[in-house]
Structure formats: C-alpha cells, structure tokens
C-alpha cells in the first residue's frame, strides 16, 4: 500500500506493510440512502443548468454540475463516516547472539598442545599446518580460523533465527556483516586491553528488546577483567525472569595446560619523591610452573639498570622485593620494573611494567602538634623523618607537661608562633589530639589567618581527648570541613563515637576520594579502589554530624546502619584543610605495609602544602592521577591568579587537552568554580596516549596525564574454563569446543513469533477531504463568475 496514503490517514511508520485491507462504513445507512438520493438530485441539477443557463456552453454547464455533485457526493461520503481496518503480521525470528572476544588475552598463543593425537581433531577444524603451527599461533587466529570454516553453520542460522555478530573487549561493539568477525584478523581486529564479559551479555539482552535470546555463542578465553560479573549477570538472569530461555554456548579458545610463566603482578611506588631521597619501589611477583627457579627483577630507566634483586619463585607464593631508586634530577621520570624473562615462557609481555615518579627539589616545613604519643603520631614521625621533602618540628604537650610547664605555659614553652607572619614560615601545619591549653584562642585566630590570607596548608587529625570537639566553639572551628557534636552520645568516648567489638566501622573510599592525590596507591583506578576497601575495621570515629557546604568527602566510616563524612577536605581562602576523622590509619600498615601509611600522609602533606615563594602567585593545574586508564575518570584542578597574583573571580575557566602527536587543536575543557580561584573538573579519555592540559590565562599553567591500558589481562594469561562453564551451565547452555562448533546446529532450538497488529483510521478525516471540498465550490463559483451567470 502506496506509504504516502497511510501517512495520509495517519498511520506511523512503524506499522508494517499490511496483510490485509478492509472497508467499512461506521454508518452503512447513510451511504445507502444518501447514494440513492444523489441519482435524482444529480439528474434535477443537470436539468436546472439546462434551463437556466441556456446561455453557457455545454461544457460550461456540465463542470457546474460536477461540482454541485461532487460537493453533494462529499458530504453524503463524510456522513457516512468510512472507514479502513489494516491488519499486519510481522515475524519475529528468534536472536542469536555471537560474540567473539578481541582483547588483549586473545592475542596471546593458544597455549601448550603438547599430544599430536588429542590436537588432530582442532588441527583440522582450524586448518592450520602443524603442531608446532597451533602453539604458536594466537587465541584469536585459531577462533576466527575455526569460524571462518563454519559456512553451514552461519547459513543454518541465519535462516532460522536473527543472527547478530559482536566484538568483545572492554565495550562491546555491535556489527552489520558477520564476515567482520570472521574475517581476516590482521585486517579486522581491533585493539582492547579489557574484556568484559558480564557487560556483554547484558548488551545482547538490551539489544533484544523484549525479543526472544534463542543463544549466545561465546568465543572466548573466558578472562573477565572488567565491568559486571558474568556469574552475576546470569544469576541475575535466573531471579528476573525465571526459566526463561538465554542458553550460553561457551567455546573456549586455547589449552587448558598452563605454560610456565613468571609474572610482574604489582608495582608500588611513590608518586612524588624529593630530589635526593631514596624511594622504595616494591614489587610482587607470582609464578607459574617456576617453582624454585631463581629470578633477577631489574628497576630500570631507560637503558641504565638502577637496581637489582634476585628472588626464588614459589607458584603457591608471591614474593616481593623492594628496590631502590635515588631522585637526583627534577622532573617526570618513567621507571620499568622487569621480570627477567624464562626460556620456557610463552607470554613474555607480563613480566615489566612502567610507573612514572615525580622529582621535586621542593622542602615543605612541616609543624605538627600533639598531645600525647599516640600510635599515629609514632609512625608519623618516623615517616617525617624519613621523607628527605619535610622538614618537621613536632612538639607534644605530653612531654612540656611532664617536665613541669603549667598549661598557662604550654604555647610559650613551646615556641608556638604568636602571629600570622610566624604560622607562614611554614608550609603545612599539621594538629593532631591537641588542646587549647596548647592552642589557645589567639593562636587560633592567627593560624586562620594564616591558612586563608597566606595559603598555609592545614592538617586536623582528630583524637578523643580535645580534637575537634573541643574547638567546636573557636575560631579553629570555621575552618573545618565537617560539622562535629560537641558531646557524644551514650554510646561514644568523649567527643567521638565507639563501635562495638562485633561491628566495627569500615572505611569506604568516596568517587572523590578515588581521585584524590592522598589516596592514589596505584596508577590504576579499579585496582586502587580495590585495596582501600581492604584497609582495616577501626572502632573509633569524631562525631561528624555532616559536611559542610564546599567541602569534599573523601571516605565515609561506615558503620551497620549508616554513613558518615571521616575524610574530607575543602579550601579556605588561598589554603586547603584536610580532616582525618579517626587516628587508626597506622593500622593500614597491617595489609600492604608500612608504604601505604606513608604514601598517604607523604601525599596529604604535598596535597596541601603553601606553595613555593616562586610559585606563590601563579596560576597551577593538577592532574590526579597523573595515569590512568581508558575511560576512568581523571580529576583536573585549576588554581587561576590575575596579573597581580591574587585569585580571578570568574565563573568558569577553558583549559586546553591535546593528545601527543596528534593533529589539531586538540579540545577544550571546562572547569567550574569551586572557591576563590579555584576550578576543578573530571575528565575521561577514551583513547591511550600522552595528554597535555594547558590553562592559557594571564598566569600561564600546563600539566599532563598518561592514558594506557592496566595490564590486568596478561597478569594471569590462563583459560578460564571455569568461568565459562559456570555461565553456560546456569543457563541450560554449556562448553563447545573449537572443533565441535558444527553441533551448534542441532543444539540451538527457537520458533519464530508473529506480532499481529491491527489499526482502523477514518478515510475521510484529513485535509485532502477539505481541500476537495473547497475546490469544488471555488470552481463552480470561479465558472459563474466568468461567464456573468451570477
């Protein structure tokens, strides 16, 4: 039927071509009698014109009849109401999904074929030319040569279902020809570090629609490294929607025989040492089929090997060791940790990885009060005094008091500065569990100053006795990011909150705090978020009622009902406070060791430290991290000044992103107010490579960030038939082999469905009916006027 038509009667063009066509009047009677009295009104018209307009040309005469008629015909049709009913069937075939996984494990070899007999079958279902042949050829070459021979079956089910191709990495793409992926790989494929199955899965049910998932075929190594669970996915599948149909047919590609194989697994290191400091790079390394074999793991920059250390591998252990790296020259420095390689190694590309360390001649003076030597404070000042960019003066109250100072005494007896220009002398000030014997009222209000006029950087880690709720009526007060209770509960120790010994508090890392430069043990942003939800249970907090407007929450101590601001951080004036809710961090030296403790504080103290006299009034952007990976987030903040050094008040700021390398001029990022002077912004690459963001204000800033791959797929390089098997077998699908894909056929059952789908509309109810009307009776009038019949 002519679509131009349906339009007209307003039918959408999601309805089908129809199956069949049927007219009807919704008043039958009115046709009927309307038509039989038309033949007589029609003949008493032609005879009226006749008589009265014997002047007019017969053919004058007859268009003046037609169009009386017609109008009369018109309105009899309209009376009579008619009407079209359209009924469509459309056919629904059933969806076949397959989906074949092009991540970075798929180009690894096929694994250790090691029995000619046992291989024959796969030998010839991919045609390739040895046994030799198949160990050496990649996962992928060997799925997509066993596709590529599988013209019957691709035939087979394409003509009974809808059969959909995807490429699998970490996303997941969809394409039109099914060639695509079963084609030439060198000419197809596409570059993925990740693959994520359980995103996958749900891709191809999304994509249904509603519509029936007779299959999905996975061709797949099985190594999920990203995104959802594809346990949980079809677990989740099993509570939604029941027995309903989605069998899984996973075809694992590669030996189940694990090859021999050392494997760099972590890196820690510092992201920022101090020109002339000795970092301690720590590395772990696991094994595979290498038990007892004694390695060398090299720390190297470019072609010069700054360290050594031999291990002996342990397959059931990992072993660390730590090397050491000097910063002796400023700037951004690319270190290699390297595995050296095995002769029985088949995968080679895991056994290095690359960090990149900071070098700064910046020294930060750091003061640090406290009242007693509490736990923190003693691991504290051993890392203070290790850190070659601090120069601390620590003063305890504990101590003063001990030697006989009255607490009138305490703030003389312990130099404390007694004005704004005395708390600028230093960079960072840092308060533990300390009074306001200690801290007096004036001190306070010369510090604030200090930290809003001066950009001092202000630490408050808070304790039991005296810190924060102590304060709560201060000047001190304003400056912190949280609200506290001045007293606590029934529950609580004084100025805090207890939790009991069966439900101790957790602390949970934040987005912001994800991103935050305190928190980034790891370059990569999955694995760095991993580890702090391992961090040790605490059983003590301050009592923060909330945040405050402007501040960022960092962690949350979560305890069995509820949430609660325990890190935060937010800028006052040219300076920015960091409040530490709890004083167990020396605990988080219990699961990695003590680097974390130390990287933590060493980064909180950098985080936020007043700047250098020679940076003090320029403008400066930060980039946290400084390396991620594809698509994570990455937090961009701005600090802008005027030509006078002081902050600008705008609303919103450009900073310039242009990849390495790259043509053009790059994009631009807008970065929104978040205080005097202060923008900040979250951007995300999707593609790897060297970044540069450039603020081109009256101070001129530049920063760059480093996009790569995590590496996680190559870090345990097996086939994860486990996986593969538990999501086909929750499904009522199952394991095909490689050789045995042509069983699919006569595994795969699905009916087609027909949608039926009927509509009526009026035939007359549109425009073109008006139109006729009114240019009948324009004509007939148009005639009479021409020919002075009126």
Request: hydrophobic fraction near 40%.
């Amino acid at each position: 039927m002519n679509r131009l038509w349906l339009k007209l009667i307003r039918v959408d063009e999601s309805f089908a071509e129809p199956s069949s066509i049927d007219w009807f009047f919704t008043r039958p009677w009115v046709a009927i009698v309307g038509g039989l009295l038309l033949i007589p009104i029609a003949w008493w018209i032609v005879q009226r014109h006749a008589r009265a307009l014997p002047h007019l040309s017969v053919r004058s005469r007859t268009m003046l009849s037609v169009c009386r008629v017609g109008v009369l015909a018109l309105l009899v049709l309209v009376l009579a109401d008619p009407h079209v009913r359209l009924t469509s069937t459309v056919e629904h075939k059933p969806v076949v999904a397959l989906i074949v996984d092009e991540s970075a494990s798929m180009k690894l070899p096929a694994g250790v074929y090691d029995d000619a007999d046992a291989a024959e079958p796969l030998i010839a279902a991919t045609r390739v030319k040895s046994l030799d042949d198949l160990n050496t050829r990649s996962r992928l070459d060997l799925a997509r040569a066993a596709l590529g021979l599988q013209d019957d079956l691709i035939d087979d089910l394409s003509q009974r279902f809808e059969l959909r191709a995807y490429r699998l990495g970490r996303k997941t793409i969809r394409e039109v020809d099914i060639v695509s992926i079963t084609g030439d790989t060198d000419a197809t494929s596409f570059a993925d570090d990740e693959t994520a199955i359980g995103d996958a899965l749900r891709r191809v049910v999304d994509d249904a629609a509603g519509r029936t998932v007779a299959a999905v075929i996975l061709v797949s190594d099985g190594r999920s490294t990203f995104g959802s669970d594809p346990r949980q996915v079809v677990r989740g599948w099993a509570a939604r929607d029941g027995d309903q149909g989605r069998p899984i047919w996973a075809v694992p590609v590669g030996s189940d025989v694990t090859a021999p194989d050392a494997v760099l697994l972590d890196v820690l290191s510092p992201g920022r040492v101090t020109q002339g400091d000795t970092a301690a790079v720590i590395a772990t390394v696991g094994s595979t089929g290498l038990s007892d074999r004694k390695v060398q793991v090299d720390l190297v920059r470019g072609d010069d090997v700054i360290d050594s250390s031999s291990i002996t591998l342990q397959d059931a252990e990992r072993r660390q060791v730590q090397l050491d790296y000097r910063a002796a020259t400023p700037g951004r420095h690319a270190l290699t940790v390297r595995v050296s390689p095995q002769p029985e190694e088949q995968v080679k590309q895991n056994n290095a990885q690359t960090i990149e360390v900071e070098t700064s001649d910046d020294r930060f003076k750091v003061l640090y009060l406290e009242s007693v030597p509490r736990w923190d404070f003693r691991f504290l000042d051993h890392a203070l005094r290790r850190d070659g960019g601090t120069d601390a003066t620590l003063v305890m109250s504990s101590q003063l008091r001990a030697a006989g100072v009255e607490p009138d005494d305490l703030p003389a007896a312990a130099k404390l500065p007694r004005d704004v220009d005395g708390w600028s002398d230093y960079h960072v000030v840092i308060l533990g569990d300390v009074s306001p014997a200690l801290l007096t009222s004036a001190a306070q209000k010369s510090l604030v100053e200090a930290v809003r006029r001066r950009a001092v950087g202000l630490i408050v880690q808070a304790g039991p006795t005296a810190m924060p709720h102590a304060f709560a009526a201060g000047p001190l007060n304003d400056l912190l990011p949280v609200n506290v209770r001045r007293t606590s509960d029934a529950r609580g120790a004084p100025g805090g909150v207890e939790a009991p010994a069966y439900a101790p508090f957790r602390l949970k890392l934040s987005g912001e705090g994800a991103l935050h430069p305190a928190f980034q043990l790891y370059d990569s942003g999955p694995k760095n978020r991993a580890v702090w939800d391992l961090m040790p249970t605490f059983f003590w907090s301050s009592d923060v009622v909330e945040a405050r407007p402007g501040a960022t929450v960092l962690a949350r101590r979560v305890a069995a009902r509820d949430e609660t601001p325990l890190i935060a951080e937010q800028p006052a004036g040219k300076g920015r406070v960091f409040y530490v809710g709890y004083d167990a961090t020396f605990r988080w030296r219990r699961n990695i060791g003590e680097h974390v403790f130390e990287r933590f504080w060493g980064q909180a103290i950098r985080r936020v430290a007043r700047p250098q006299d020679k940076d003090a009034k320029q403008s400066r952007i930060e980039v946290t991290p400084q390396r991620a990976e594809p698509g994570e987030p990455v937090a961009v903040e701005l600090y802008a000044v005027d030509a006078g050094g002081e902050p600008i008040d705008a609303e919103m700021v450009k900073v310039k992103v242009t990849r390495d390398g790259a043509a053009g001029d790059g994009e631009s990022l807008t970065l929104k107010r978040t205080g005097p002077g202060r923008y900040r912004a979250v951007w995300r690459a999707e593609s790897s490579g060297r970044f540069a963001l450039t603020y081109d204000g009256v101070s001129r800033s530049n920063a760059s960030v480093r996009i790569a791959g995590s590496g996680r797929e190559l870090r345990r390089p097996i086939v994860d038939r486990d996986t593969l098997g538990a999501i086909g077998d929750a499904t009522g699908g199952g394991l095909i082999e490689l050789d045995q894909l042509a069983t699919l056929a006569d595994r795969i059952e699905g009916e087609v469905t027909r949608d039926t789908r009927t509509i009526e509309r009026a035939v007359w109810d549109h425009w073109l009916t008006l139109v006729l009307i009114v240019g009948l009776y324009c004509v007939d009038v148009g005639i009479r006027r021409m020919t002075g019949s009126m």
